[in-house]
């Protein structure tokens, strides 16, 4: 089974601030990755598929990038609407997996 | 506008038995493969099952192989995760979540998941 490792597992950064979040797959999955936001009490949102595909409607400020093992996804200029916990997952292969997970907050 | 509704949850006792449901709508379901997630309070999002759009193919999570069977009924429109001999660690929130993409016999599973359900929770405790 695939295995993803995300970190770091929360931070703290200031509105304007650039983020970004690491994703690491136990093996290599090309671009089958995908990112999510959740806030607090609120159910999963598709960020980014493919690795670097834009969902329809997310900000631009949003942007993922990897490919293989090693994968990325990146908040430009953070928000306060940005507060959330960003998880990724592979789609490579069955049993599919979801990385620990990053909690965002605001210093 | 594209939508799906979990029910079933509820409280069990460890080694007993609970059927969820997910119903959809505003799409095509049998085009999409669906996936049943959990989390756990407090905890991560775990992917537990998936099942392919004709239903010929099922996907499970190791902590859930052999106890857990996913179905679907495309007549109806409906998604279930039959959960047998139910642990204390199997307590939490299940969302049913479509696949994005149509994808391919070997892989249904492709673009992420774009919709998710609100969620029925399930706990297990004596």
């Known amino acids: 089974d695939i295995q993803m490792t995300q970190s770091p597992s929360s931070l703290s950064a200031s509105v304007g601030d650039r983020v970004t979040i690491t994703c690491r797959a136990s093996q290599g999955i090309s671009n089958y990755l995908a990112w999510y936001q959740q806030k607090p009490g609120k159910v999963p949102k598709l960020l980014i598929y493919?690795?670097?595909t834009l969902q329809s409607g997310v900000p631009s400020r949003f942007s993922g990038s990897g490919s293989g093992t090693d994968f990325t996804l990146t908040i430009s200029s953070l928000q306060p609407e940005d507060v959330a916990t960003y998880y990724c997952q592979q789609y490579k292969s069955a049993p599919q997996a979801f990385g620990q997970g990053t909690k965002v907050e605001l210093k | 506008e594209v939508q799906l509704l979990e029910s079933g949850g509820g409280l069990v006792q460890p080694g007993e038995s609970l059927r969820l449901s997910c119903a959809a709508s505003?799409?095509?379901?049998?085009?999409?493969?669906v996936n049943w997630v959990r989390q756990a309070p407090g905890k991560g999002l775990e992917w537990v099952s998936g099942?392919?759009?004709?239903?010929?193919?099922?996907y499970y999570a190791g902590s859930v192989k052999g106890r857990f069977t996913i179905s679907r009924d495309n007549s109806r429109n409906t998604l279930y995760l039959q959960m047998n001999s139910l642990r204390v660690e199997d307590t939490a929130v299940y969302y049913c979540?479509?696949?994005?993409?149509?994808?391919?016999?070997?892989?249904?599973?492709?673009?992420?998941?774009?919709?998710w359900g609100q969620g029925t929770t399930v706990t297990v405790s004596s």
């Open positions: 979540a479509k696949t994005q993409g149509s994808g391919t016999y070997y892989n249904p599973f492709i673009d992420g998941m774009d919709v």
């Open positions: 493919a690795a670097s």
């Open positions: 099942i392919s759009g004709s239903g010929g193919g099922t």
């Open positions: 505003g799409f095509t379901f049998a085009d999409y493969a």
